[in-house]
């Protein structure tokens, strides 16, 4: 593992057993190297395994089998996971897709980010109310929102305050799984736009979990495609759209839709066999930083 | 082609009691035979409001303020319950979001499939398990026959949506109703689903009402696009017109909201401010605080629906022949693709 490495995720399995005969294998080896700064898109088809990858990764699971690695320290590992969980706490974060699920609705917007910070030993005294009100001006909310509760403000609001929460503690690694899929487009687009920024401006390394590849395209620097438990193809943003290899990837690209009425109509899909996906296989670099499963 | 489907000057509010919400507020249009309006606006503008009301589905604080709802030449805007129930299925149909809430997930689908064809037509079981099966077949169904037996969650939810799609088209409406049909699937079947939809009603002349949220999807399959805002269609027009010429500036923030438009430039523009609420709303246009464009008589009068072409309306004072000429953003300025 190199110095630019953050997260390593190495042949993690995460098995379900549902009965005596039934198994899901819900991530089934997998493995991907998130860089300092990097925005890591995760991208896949409902079912196909890409939530629990996040929850994996944030430890909320013991893993089936594999590693995970976080600045060199091998957090998988439950006794290594306790000795540093402050610090694990403090620099890596998870946004959910249900902010009024994520958000505890007897606490008022200021105590749900104050309880982190205070959590974490960050901004003692009167230091703790400044900082939070920099961080609503900073996710463009304002002080008026300290006092209120969760059911009181908007969709969008709320995941801006989880968003507050999330980089209060200015993480390392912020990992998001579909933070905008429940929200309007324009309000979409207000919270992606607001990722760009905040990722500018802190520099933190950035696991994005979308079904959505045009969300993933504008945002990410890598994509990782995911389909029923395994990654099938890795490359950097520009070279998975411009030359995809894996005949799944193909499908996927091929059905996004665009605003364009003349192009849509003469769009086709192009039809998938899951056949060709061997039974068991690794990913394979066919051209350098471009990895594909076979 | 003849007109199946005609809303004029149709106001609709909820009694609730903080007040009256207008939910709808004076949207008029005109659906030809076999043509697919789509009518897009994001959550709250009173889209899926004005399906049902078409419908009659809302529940009884729902109130017609004005206008009128034709269907196939007849005004069924008083049209009794009992008179409703007969024209719903027969000459109008409509289909959800979620189709495991369409569906009883009791009963067979095919049972519930020839169930809506018993309703509705005098034959036997044995002809109309027979018309079921065809149906599931016209919508691509593979292996009709053992499907037929299966009950809803054994299948998948784009195999879900096309039961549901085969129930609604059970009885050849004049009129489909679709709300969000697509939203609750992936990608790849999402297209598959559309193409089921385009095809089948171009084939059989039924006039489709497609609310979406998303205009990618429209793009697809839609002739006419109706954008809505706040309860109001703020522009109508061909799917060329509304993508390639926009006029009105929340069309403009829509479409500059689309990641998939912002490819190049890796900037998204979002619409600033959130939709407004419809309880008790201001006078003027609702779209004016979150407008940038917004001119001072935007906050006092609501602006009419402006003339474009034969086809092409939009309700903004920047097409009053006194309003300061304003160009639509750089990111909208694209020829049609070919």
Known sequence: MNEETLLEVRNVKQYFPISKRLTIRAVDDISFQIKRGEIFGLVGESGSGKSTVARSVMGLYRLTGGEIWFQGEKISDPKIYRKNRRYIQKNMQIIFQDSAAALNPRMTVRNSIAELLQACGLCPGRELDIRINELLRQVGLDESFRGKYPDEISGGQRQRVAIARAISTNPQLLVADEPAASLDVSIQAQILTLFQQLQREYGFAFLLISHDLSVIRLLSNTIAVMREGRLLELAETEELFEHPLHPYTKTLLSAVPAADPISERSRRVLEFDPACIPKSGTLQEVLPGHFVFG | ?338
Not at chain 2, 125 to 153: G, T, V, Y
Not at chain 2, 174 to 194: C, F, G, N, S
Not at chain 2, 302 to 330: D, R, V
Request: proline share 8%; with cysteine.
């Open chain 2, 1 to 338: 082609m003849g007109t199946v489907l005609e809303v004029t000057d149709y106001s609709l509010s909820f009694d609730t009691p903080e007040g009256e919400i207008q939910a709808v507020r004076n949207v008029g249009f005109a659906l030809e035979e076999g043509e697919i309006l789509a009518v897009v606006g994001e959550s709250g503008c009173g889209k899926t409001v004005l399906c049902k009301s078409l419908l009659r589905l809302l529940p009884k604080n729902a109130v017609v303020k004005s206008g009128q709802v034709t269907l196939c030449g007849e005004d069924i805007t008083a049209y009794s319950e009992r008179r409703m129930r007969s024209l719903r299925g027969k000459q109008i149909s409509m289909v959800f979001q979620d189709p495991m809430t369409t569906l009883n997930p009791t009963i067979p689908i095919g049972k519930q499939i020839t169930e809506a064809i018993l309703k509705h037509e005098k034959i036997g079981k044995q002809a109309a398990k027979a018309q079921a099966l065809e149906l599931l077949r016209r919508m691509e169904i593979d292996h009709p026959e053992e499907r037929f037996e299966m009950q809803p969650h054994l299948l998948s939810g784009g195999m879900r949506q096309r039961c549901v799609l085969a129930i609604a088209l059970a009885s050849r409406p004049k009129v489909l109703v679709a709300d969000e049909p697509t939203t609750a699937l992936d990608v790849t079947v999402q297209t598959k689903i559309l193409d089921l939809i385009l095809s089948t009603c171009k084939e059989s002349g039924i006039a489709v009402l497609f609310i979406s949220h998303d205009l990618n999807v429209v793009a697809r399959i839609a002739d006419r696009v109706a954008v809505m805002y706040a309860g109001k269609i703020v522009e109508i027009g061909t799917a060329e017109e509304i993508f390639y010429d926009p006029r009105h500036p929340y069309t403009w923030g829509l479409l500059g909201a689309q990641p998939a438009l912002a490819v190049q430039t890796k900037q998204l523009h979002s619409i600033p401010g959130i939709p407004p609420s419809l309880l008790n709303p201001p006078a003027g246009d609702l779209f004016a605080p979150r407008n940038e464009h917004a001119l001072a008589i935007d906050y006092e009068e609501m602006p009419p629906l402006f003339q474009i072409t034969p086809t092409h309306f939009a309700a903004t004072w920047l097409l009053h022949p006194n309003a300061p000429s304003i160009e639509p953003p750089a990111f909208l300025k694209r020829g049609p693709r070919r």
